[in-house]
């Protein structure tokens, strides 16, 4: 099972789950909020820990 983090969403402020593949990586990626369907820029890092990072920003092209 790939894990999962919870970001705001940018626009609604509305919690999302968001399933991540952590073997992949850093990771940039649009997603749609599931609440709004506006579109997310998901953001996906490493702490130097290794702890999951994560972060939802209003699409640019929005």
Do not use: K, W
């Amino acid at each position: 099972m790939l894990p999962t983090v919870a970001v705001p969403c940018p626009y609604c402020g509305e919690r999302v789950e968001l399933m991540i593949d952590a073997d992949a990586g850093l990771q940039n990626y649009i997603e749609d909020c599931p609440v709004c369907c506006r579109p997310m820029e998901i953001a996906i890092a490493f702490g130097a820990g290794g702890e999951l990072l994560a972060s939802a920003a209003r699409d640019s092209d929005a």
